[in-house]
């Protein structure tokens, strides 16, 4: 479903033009392009490493014994408590999901939507006469066109006339023409003409921009879709590939919805002209319409650009560069234990941790091809004894270099050498997101170097350890897509069905439903490509597995097989979160900021009464830190009242309000953000309880000795 004029797939737009508007979907910042997925199966949680829901519900796993829980008299009881607070309000948890079809799933929906853009750009050319098309693909959720609107001249005074400027108020006029189109049920006709033809119809109605275009179409014949039949009088036509619905009024008209307008430049060039896009999204039925716009609105509501700052984890300082991340101590706080957990993960299942620097000689990049196929995306040389050097974009040729420094033996193999590698990626300011489109990142990267033999079973462990890592973090959903051989690669046919048949086994050995991609792997190898789905049912790129037969032949790795032959190794790449940012990122949306236990910036806060027990606060709060708890003493200096809700407000999991009572009686009054209060703890058992749930990565629901009554605050 490739297309040669303005019905190109998302990936041929994005490359012709900068997207300035984001979509909600992301984009992978893994070492390589990723591919959409396509198919969705649930994959049962792991039993390696315990994990719990991110988001709360009653299945949630929790600690049903407390070992500290002792009988209480009233007696016991006449200690200071904090005043009755309203049960706090759990994050938003959406109600389960409508599962949206795709375009991959239901090419129905593709059609629709294909045929939907070809008919909102007719309807703008109705009218606005002067406006001029350029492209408009099907996208995840809908489709697009951009247009360019040159200025025009006053047919009565002469004068110039500015060039529009679509409003919202236009789109709703846009959208009434649409509809008109679609009533009147025209035929959607192919046509088939030379270039020649096709050239000259182009400058008949004077589309400039579908020169250009056609100049690009290195296939022939040239193909044209009709809106409408060209026997019957003048028709809206485009230059396209196809496919499209039979007629416009196979499109329900009613699950359609234009969306928004945003600037993008033509060809991505700032330099060329400045385009206007026209965003819109197209369902089969109301209902789906309805459930996409129920899931932008909890979107909104958890961009993590947000978030990011009003829980203080990120920033991108525009004094700095754009696209540059900094991490505050909160967001650093969770990234550690991110790659705390990545790294101890890693070793339990066979890898080394290794360290690359962060530049090298412009020739590593010509050996390894990037200069040649990735020049665009890589930052300008530096000159360093006269030399020219190379901040890197990727983390592999590095490795390679690695590999080929010792000479090896089959019985060596394999090596897995992982590495969290912070590249630098050149990606133009208009296309800046966040975390999830940055020009410097953290690739969880890793390596294989295996022998063919043993290259399936290694796949196996690539899948397993994913499966075990993204289910650790609550994602236990994946689309999975498997793809093949294209027109142009390199390496063999038999190493190619050998790699591919190890990717088909792996799947078929884990179980996974996944779909084919036919013709789209990578020129140097085929892949397998997995999609995670948050809480509210979006599909985010993470994980890739490689297989890689290009980068061993230009950097002539070998090894000495068991006849004493030299060998080219298998080399397999393999990313689980893709990026640290981007991964984040999807964590903050997924989790809308409350993160679980395990993995909060802070995870137990204490909430002073009076000044008189802060020192007592402080020696609590340094027990809590050599076992590992981060913790955090308010400062006191709001009411009690207040210093709760802030400390909600703040997504803490856990948190004891300390008076003269307790601190006399060595127990704290515990609250869950949660589940409300748990009642009072000794403080050596609290701790060691917040330790064991932080380590097994469960919420804290254990109640304490009773449920905590209200005092008054202490002056």
């Known amino acids: 479903m490739k297309s040669n004029g303005t019905g190109a797939g998302l990936g041929a737009a994005l490359a012709m033009s900068s997207i300035l508007l984001f979509n909600l979907a992301g984009r992978a910042t893994a070492f390589l392009p990723p591919l959409a997925s396509r198919t969705s199966t649930r994959l049962a949680p792991t039993t390696r490493m315990a994990f719990s829901t991110i988001l709360p519900s009653s299945s949630s796993p929790t600690r049903r014994s407390n070992p500290y829980y002792m009988s209480t008299t009233a007696a016991d009881n006449d200690q200071q408590k904090p005043p009755k607070q309203k049960q706090p309000k759990p994050p938003t948890v959406p109600d389960e999901p409508i599962e949206l079809p795709t375009n991959e799933s239901d090419e129905m929906l593709l059609k629709i939507r294909h045929t939907t853009s070809h008919v909102m750009a007719q309807a703008v050319q109705e009218l606005y006469p002067e406006a001029q098309v350029t492209i408009g693909p099907w996208i995840d959720n809908g489709f697009y066109y951009d247009f360019y609107f040159p200025e025009t001249i006053d047919a009565e005074t002469g004068d110039t006339v500015e060039s529009r400027k679509l409003s919202d108020q236009d ?33 008949e109605i004077d589309e400039p921009f579908k020169l250009e275009i056609l100049d690009g179409i290195k296939t022939e014949p040239i193909t044209i879709w009709h809106t409408g039949d060209p026997e019957e009088g003048k028709v809206w036509w485009d230059l396209c590939a196809g496919p499209h619905v039979e007629s416009t009024g196979q499109i329900p008209k009613k699950a359609v919805q234009l969306r928004s307008v945003a600037g993008a430049y033509w060809r991505g060039d700032e330099k060329r002209e400045m385009l206007q896009r026209i965003y819109g999204t197209a369902w089969r039925e109301v209902k789906e319409l309805k459930a996409y716009k129920k899931m932008l609105e909890e979107a909104k509501k958890r961009d993590h650009r947000v978030l990011g700052k009003k829980l203080n984890l990120f920033s991108v300082q525009e004094d700095a560069g754009g696209g540059l991340v900094f991490w505050h101590p909160k967001g650093a706080a969770v990234r550690s234990i991110i790659e705390d957990f990545w790294k101890t993960a890693h070793r339990q299942s066979g890898y080394d941790v290794v360290y690359t620097p962060h530049i090298a000689n412009l020739n590593l990049w010509k050996t390894s091809g990037h200069n040649d196929f990735y020049r665009d995306g890589m930052f300008q040389q530096m000159e360093v004894d006269n030399d020219e050097y190379q901040i890197k974009p990727m983390n592999c040729p590095f490795h390679c270099l690695m590999y080929k420094d010792e000479l090896r033996s089959y019985r060596d193999l394999p090596f897995r ?53 993204l289910s650790r973090f609550g994602f236990d959903k994946y689309d999975i897509m498997l793809s093949t051989r294209p027109e142009k690669s390199v390496g063999s046919d038999v190493i190619w069905d050998d790699a591919t048949a190890a990717l088909e086994g792996a799947l078929k050995t884990k179980g996974w439903d996944y779909t084919l991609d036919e013709g789209g792997g990578a020129f140097y190898g085929p892949k397998i490509d997995l999609k995670i789905r948050d809480a509210i049912g979006r599909s985010w790129q993470c994980s890739t597995v490689q297989c890689d037969f290009n980068l061993p032949q230009r950097f002539g790795l070998e090894y000495i097989s068991a006849e004493g032959t030299k060998e080219q190794p298998c080399m397999v790449h393999r990313a689980i979160f893709g990026s640290i940012e981007r991964f984040f990122g999807i964590l903050v949306e997924n989790t809308a900021g409350d993160f679980p236990l395990w993995l909060a910036p802070v995870q ?60 006399e009686s060595g127990k704290l009054a515990v609250r869950s953000r949660k589940e409300g209060d748990l009642g009072s703890f000794d ?33």
């Open 171 to 203: 789109l709703k006029q846009v959208k009434k023409r649409m509809d008109k189109i679609i009533s009147k049920n025209l035929p959607m006709i192919e046509e088939e003409v030379t270039r020649e033809e096709a050239r000259r119809r182009i400058l």
């Open 604 to 663: 137990f806060k204490l909430l002073p009464v009076t000044d008189a027990v802060f020192d007592y606060c402080k020696e609590v709060e340094r027990k809590a830190i050599k076992m590992g708890i981060r913790v955090e003493v308010d400062r006191g200096n709001e009411r009690l009242g207040k210093q709760i809700r802030n400390a909600e407000q703040a997504r803490i999991p856990v948190m004891a309000v300390v008076g003269m009572k307790e601190m």
């Open 683 to 715: 403080v050596d058992a609290l701790l060691q309880e917040l330790q064991q749930c932080s380590e097994d990565a469960i919420e804290m629901t254990t109640m304490g000795e009773v449920q905590v009554e209200e005092v008054k605050e202490e002056e």
């Open 417 to 469: 050498w992982g590495e969290l590698g912070t590249v630098y990626r050149y990606e133009r300011s208009g296309t800046l997101h966040g975390l999830m489109r940055v020009r410097g990142f953290t690739q969880d990267d890793a390596h294989i170097f295996c022998l063919p033999t043993q290259l399936e079973d290694e796949i196996v462990d690539v899948l397993t350890l994913t499966e075990e890592i």
